[in-house]
């Protein structure tokens, strides 16, 4: 998943980068609402954290420009103070949530995975499709009572697929939410990665849960299970 974080004061930036990345996210940062538009307009973003005191564009403006620009990505909204007009002055630009500063960094991480969770359609933290079983609070992977060992890469590949479920995704879409825009692309590792997966997941080539569409993309294609 791809997450942009607009956030002015340095050291809350690198906070939220650090940690966002070491739970698995791939991370654009923005030190001002300019920033944060171009970034939003340019790349594939999957989930906003806006501050909403910004220089320049205000966090408002820009979450207003964002839906203006018919940009559905969920956002969640940092306030400074607790301050009622704030929330629902973001919520009505067209925030999805937010949190108050200070705030603890779990929190922030919560409620962006369930805003991704309720973007897929997910109402619960535990992906099941099939017999595979993706916890996105633990990052772990089963099939079955099976558990399946992924590598990063793959675990980001298999979670985008399954909140996804059902949708085809194309090669490039998978190779731009792993890397951000510092890494060379290229596209053969997705390739590569979707075999280890299908032979993690599927050793005995019994439950196909990955298909490809020639030319289009992937599709996990387990029936996804809810309740
Ligand atoms: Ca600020």
Same mark, same amino acid.
């Given at each position: 998943?791809?997450?942009?974080?607009?956030?002015? %004061?340095?050291?809350?930036?690198?906070? *939220?980068?650090?940690?966002?990345?070491?739970?698995?996210?791939?991370?654009?940062?923005?030190?001002?609402?300019? %920033?944060?538009?171009?970034?939003?307009?340019? $790349?594939?973003?999957?989930?906003?954290?806006?501050?909403?005191? /910004?220089?320049?564009?205000?966090?408002?403006?820009?979450?207003?420009?964002? !839906?203006?620009?018919?940009?559905?990505?969920?956002?969640?909204?940092?306030?400074? !103070?607790?301050?009622?007009?704030?929330?629902?002055?973001?919520?009505?630009?067209?925030?999805?949530?937010?949190?108050?500063?200070?705030?603890?960094?779990?929190?922030?991480?919560?409620?962006?995975?369930? /805003?991704?969770?309720?973007?897929?359609?997910?109402?619960?933290?535990?992906?099941?499709?099939?017999?595979?079983?993706?916890?996105?609070?633990?990052?772990?992977?089963?099939?079955?009572?099976?558990?399946?060992?992924?590598?990063?890469?793959? $675990? !980001?590949? *298999?979670?985008?697929?399954?909140?996804?479920?059902?949708?085809?995704?194309?090669?490039?879409? =998978?190779?731009?939410?792993? $890397?951000?825009?510092?890494?060379?692309?290229?596209?053969?590792?997705?390739?590569?990665?979707?075999?280890?997966? !299908?032979?993690?997941?599927?050793?005995?080539?019994? =439950?196909?849960?990955?298909?490809? /569409?020639?030319?289009?993309? $992937?599709?996990?294609?387990?029936?996804? %299970?809810?309740?």
């Amino acid at each position: 998943m791809r997450a942009l974080v607009v956030e002015d %004061e340095a050291i809350l930036r690198e906070t *939220l980068r650090t940690r966002l990345a070491a739970a698995g996210f791939t991370v654009d940062v923005a030190a001002d609402g300019q %920033e944060g538009m171009f970034a939003g307009l340019e $790349y594939p973003i999957d989930v906003a954290i806006i501050d909403l005191g /910004l220089p320049g564009i205000s966090g408002l403006e820009l979450i207003r420009r964002l !839906r203006a620009a018919r940009k559905k990505l969920p956002i969640l909204i940092l306030t400074a !103070r607790d301050n009622w007009q704030d929330k629902v002055e973001g919520l009505q630009a067209g925030a999805d949530d937010y949190v108050t500063k200070p705030f603890h960094f779990e929190e922030v991480l919560a409620r962006v995975q369930a /805003l991704l969770r309720r973007a897929g359609g997910w109402a619960s933290p535990q992906l099941r499709c099939g017999s595979v079983v993706l916890d996105t609070r633990a990052q772990t992977v089963a099939v079955g009572e099976r558990p399946v060992e992924l590598t990063t890469f793959e $675990y !980001r590949i *298999l979670e985008h697929l399954m909140l996804r479920a059902g949708e085809v995704i194309s090669k490039a879409e =998978l190779t731009e939410r792993l $890397y951000d825009q510092d890494f060379e692309r290229d596209s053969n590792v997705i390739e590569v990665l979707i075999g280890r997966l !299908r032979r993690k997941l599927d050793p005995d080539e019994q =439950l196909h849960p990955i298909e490809t /569409l020639r030319g289009r993309g $992937y599709r996990l294609a387990l029936p996804r %299970e809810t309740g």
